[in-house]
């Protein structure tokens, strides 16, 4: 096996990443952009994505990191709209536009319009991540976001077995559809309920850092893998594990958190880049599989396709948003009402991402009696074009669209008060049981170890309230700034005295790591104690 396309890919969707913070391009699309450029390029190796490949060993990871990271107490404060669009919506948008596809398209069998449909359903978790943090929309938009595309491909996932399985001719009831959704949705819950205590436990009992952080790798395709065994939900299954994972992480070793955090961020950095990029490659893959089809009639109903899944997403979001609050009283009076902005706001961020093109890819070749799947071609081809168009047109003006809007963005000076009020509670506590500890005998300290826990207490709760106060007049900098930036050259001061007695042979390199992991660690901690 050749390692070398695969090396390439990550280094370079690494690479376009990483540009894309330097300018005003959302990554996703610059990832895509540079993707179906580099399809024709001469010399770069042809990628093809395989659903065996990406639902169960690049979706279960990415799910997992966007789902830990997530707020479980804001989910369920939000259960009923991110239900609505994650069940409701996936199942309206699978029939609904396969029937529009079916009515459009010459020649396209209503099973395979339905295949089509249950395909594009499902907007994307990465895209709807990504494109949240980078336009910064507010608080409880991006929570029904993130949640309906956390959920949203199982649904998916079990309206396209059942459209495929009628599109084959293996034939499945109604009765036995409904069957498999119930199956798959509780099946998946059930299997993440069972395994996240056990999980859980072994997180907060295995003593080694390293070892901690390898189970944490695992437990996602652990999760997926278990459920999918049983034929439920493997996306199901992982959310709930990351959730109540994420919930408990305090109860988690220090170290393991620090380590935990550092690794799942470089994964998630690697993955979603690489995800993106491949979404671009596939397009010489896809135009060749055309066939009898003509580019241009295929473009013509790529673009029927993919107004009919911005338009059905708005008929369904505007009354899931307002019917259920002139209903219910109790709905008004738990909920915050809304104005008309964020519906379009949810209805307008209805990108689509990998998990449908890799579903696409698994369709069959052939139907149950050997015939050829009927227009399998086309349906790949529309799948591609409505990927592409929704993150493309949808991705680059939405943060136009927020703009316009004026949407109350997250209040930052709010926040800092809040979690200066929060340190101070806590800072108020760990003072009171400072001086329970002192009183003991066993715990004696010498006066300078003694005055310097309580000068850290102190520095610890007045760090945030620093954040609010005025800028330094000569440099701009805020006291928390300038402090930081002073600790950080007294560091720089002792690193480099390390290096030379490493240098000059007056220390060995193993004593000179220790010593250099300390002041990192110094360096980490006053860093994340001043900017929060």
Excluded: C
Aim: net charge neutral; hydrophobic share 55%; aromatic share 8%.
């Amino acid at each position: 096996m050749d390692a070398l396309p695969l090396v390439a890919l990550v280094a370079a969707s690494a690479a376009v990443a990483g540009l894309a913070r330097r300018t005003p391009v959302p990554a996703p699309l610059l990832l895509v952009a540079m993707g179906l450029i580099g399809s024709y390029v001469p010399g770069v190796p042809t990628y093809t994505l395989n659903a065996h490949i990406v639902l169960p060993l690049l979706l279960p990871p990415l799910l997992y990191t966007a789902a830990v990271d997530s707020s479980y107490l804001d989910l369920r404060a939000n259960l009923r709209p991110v239900a609505l669009l994650s069940v409701g919506y996936v199942l309206f948008a699978t029939v609904a536009v396969g029937w529009l596809a079916y009515r459009l398209v010459p020649d396209l069998p209503l099973t395979a319009a339905l295949v089509l449909g249950a395909v594009i359903a499902p907007p994307d978790a990465v895209t709807a991540a990504a494109i949240a943090r980078r336009v910064g929309l507010p608080a409880r938009v991006t929570t029904i976001l993130q949640g309906e595309s956390l959920v949203n491909d199982a649904t998916a996932i079990t309206a396209y077995k059942v459209a495929l399985a009628a599109a084959v001719g293996e034939g499945m009831s109604w009765g036995a559809g409904i069957g498999e959704f119930f199956l798959a949705s509780v099946g998946g819950v059930a299997v993440g309920l069972v395994l996240m205590v056990p999980l859980h436990w072994l997180r907060t009992h295995l003593k080694e850092p390293l070892l901690q952080n390898t189970l944490s790798l695992l437990i996602p395709f652990v999760a997926y893998a278990a459920a999918e065994r049983v034929h439920a939900s493997g996306v199901l299954a992982v959310v709930v594990v990351a959730l109540y994972l994420g919930h408990r992480s305090w109860q988690v070793d220090f170290a393991t958190r620090l380590q935990e955090a550092a690794v799942w961020k470089m994964v998630a950095f690697i993955l979603e880049s690489a995800v993106f990029a491949l979404i671009g490659l596939q397009l010489p893959f896809v135009l060749k599989g055309l066939g009898t089809y003509a580019v241009t009639d295929a473009l013509w109903y790529g673009v029927a396709v993919f107004l009919a899944v911005v338009v059905v997403r708005f008929i369904w979001v505007y009354p899931a948003t307002y019917l259920p609050r002139l209903l219910s009283k109790r709905i008004r009076e738990r909920e915050p009402g809304t104005d008309w902005t964020a519906p379009l706001i949810v209805g307008w961020a209805g990108m689509r991402g990998v998990v449908s093109l890799a579903i696409a890819f698994s369709i069959p070749m052939a139907t149950a009696d050997g015939a050829d799947f009927p227009a399998r071609n086309l349906v790949l081809f529309l799948t591609f074009t409505t990927v592409i168009g929704t993150l493309v047109i949808q991705g680059l003006t939405l943060p136009l669209l927020v703009r316009v809007l004026r949407l109350p963005g997250r209040d930052r000076q709010a926040e800092t008060l809040a979690e200066a009020q929060a340190q101070s509670e806590a800072s108020t506590a760990a003072e009171a049981r400072l001086e329970e500890l002192l009183a003991d005998e066993r715990n004696r300290l010498p006066q300078p170890l003694t005055d310097r826990l309580r000068t850290v207490l102190e520095r610890r709760r007045n760090a945030v309230w620093e954040r609010l106060g005025a800028s330094n007049p000569v440099t701009g900098e805020s006291a928390d700034d300038t402090y930081r930036r002073l600790a950080g050259e007294m560091i720089e001061a002792e690193r480099e005295v390390f290096v030379r007695l490493r240098d000059e042979r007056g220390i060995d390199d193993e004593m000179m790591r220790t010593l250099l992991r300390r002041l990192d660690l110094e360096e980490a901690a006053a860093y994340r104690e001043e900017s929060g």
